[in-house]
């Protein structure tokens, strides 16, 4: 039998940081006196993406964009710890994921912010790599973060069976394209119809997710 790795995602997998998230793209609209004119609906639905990415989305012009992730990235350090909270399940999740399999972060978040919030909820424990957006080229969908996630933890698809675990089709797309199992968790952004399309498995939540691995 071969041996698992479980790679999670984090935002609206293992962690809620809808607050801090949204709170501080409004932030960045107001003080950099920006018109928006979406709502809070429209920021949750683009939660995944790159910063700069997620911007010029919700309607900022592209030769702005960098000034408004500079100025999201200053609010957002000094808030992120105080507004972040673990989802319910997910101690459990890791717990039960760490008796069955190696595992590792890959997010969108730059590891810079990723590290401090994983210490301070004391699950930094559990994970052998943290592949966040400066660790990579191309961020998810491409398949570049889980690749160099099983590049740091030297592990191959003939050797391992790898999963990932996320709540949204970006997750999900770059675990087909770097051949591993994709699973969907609904406790994050993404919708049952959406994550369908691009996972064989959905399930609520992450310790849900790591069930279904234990009982493959």
Same mark, same amino acid.
């Given at each position: %039998?071969?041996?698992?790795?479980?790679?999670?995602?984090?935002?609206?997998?293992?962690?809620?940081?809808?607050?801090?998230?949204? /709170?501080?793209?409004?932030?960045?609209?107001?003080?950099?006196?920006?018109?928006?004119?979406? *709502?809070?609906? *429209?920021?949750?639905?683009?939660?995944? @993406?790159?910063?700069?990415?997620?911007?010029?989305? +919700? /309607?900022?012009?592209?030769?702005?964009?960098?000034?408004?992730? *500079?100025? @999201?990235? #200053?609010? @957002?350090?000094?808030?992120?710890?105080? #507004?972040?909270?673990?989802?319910?399940? =997910?101690?459990? &999740?890791? $717990? +039960? =994921? !760490?008796?069955?399999?190696?595992?590792?972060?890959?997010?969108?978040?730059?590891?810079? @912010?990723?590290?401090?919030?994983?210490?301070?909820?004391?699950? %930094?424990?559990?994970?052998?790599?943290?592949? /966040?957006?400066?660790?990579?080229?191309?961020? $998810?969908?491409?398949?570049?973060?889980?690749?160099?996630?099983?590049? %740091?933890?030297?592990?191959?698809? &003939?050797?391992?069976?790898?999963? %990932?675990?996320?709540?949204?089709? +970006? *997750? +999900?797309?770059? =675990?087909?394209?770097?051949?591993?199992?994709?699973?969907?968790?609904?406790?994050?952004?993404?919708?049952?119809?959406?994550?369908?399309?691009? =996972? &064989?498995?959905?399930?609520?939540?992450?310790?849900?997710?790591? $069930? !279904?691995?234990?009982?493959?």
């Amino acid at each position: %039998m071969k041996k698992k790795v479980i790679l999670f995602d984090l935002d609206g997998t293992l962690i809620d940081s809808t607050k801090a998230i949204v /709170g501080t793209f409004n932030h960045s609209f107001e003080k950099l006196k920006f018109d928006f004119k979406g *709502d809070d609906e *429209d920021i949750k639905n683009e939660i995944g @993406y790159p910063l700069d990415v997620m911007y010029e989305t +919700l /309607g900022v012009p592209k030769d702005k964009v960098w000034d408004f992730v *500079d100025e @999201y990235k #200053q609010r @957002y350090r000094t808030i992120s710890l105080e #507004q972040t909270t673990l989802l319910p399940d =997910a101690i459990n &999740s890791l $717990k +039960l =994921a !760490s008796t069955i399999a190696r595992l590792g972060i890959v997010t969108t978040k730059t590891t810079q @912010y990723t590290i401090p919030l994983l210490e301070d909820m004391d699950i %930094m424990k559990y994970f052998e790599c943290i592949v /966040g957006r400066q660790e990579v080229q191309n961020p $998810k969908p491409h398949p570049e973060p889980v690749l160099k996630a099983m590049e %740091m933890m030297d592990v191959t698809n &003939s050797n391992f069976d790898i999963y %990932m675990i996320g709540d949204t089709k +970006l *997750d +999900l797309i770059a =675990a087909k394209e770097a051949g591993v199992t994709g699973i969907g968790v609904l406790c994050g952004y993404g919708k049952r119809e959406e994550l369908k399309q691009y =996972a &064989s498995v959905v399930v609520s939540n992450s310790v849900e997710a790591v $069930k !279904s691995i234990s009982n493959h």
